[in-house]
């Protein structure tokens, strides 16, 4: 059997804020990298792997600072 863990109130929160941030970035970087203009442009595949690699870094670290406003609470 599992255990249920209790997940704080703040968790849905800092996750939106994260992957809107993430959006936001992933979109900068797109837009600037697109009009850079490059002797021999990246390819898609390596684009989509920054995209996603920005993602997870965002909500991570937003992930992280809840713990820690968390942990600050208690």
Known sequence: ???SKERGHL????????????AALSGWYLY???AAPLV???PVWL????????????IYVA????????????
């Open 63 to 74: 992930n992280l600072l809840r713990r820690v406003v968390e942990r600050g609470r208690k």
């Open 32 to 34: 600037h990298h697109a």
């Open 1 to 3: 059997m599992q255990e």
């Open 11 to 22: 968790r849905r929160p800092f996750v939106i804020v994260g992957a809107l941030f993430g």
């Open 40 to 42: 021999v442009p990246d």
């Open 47 to 58: 684009r989509f792997v920054n995209v996603a690699l920005i993602m997870f870094c965002t």
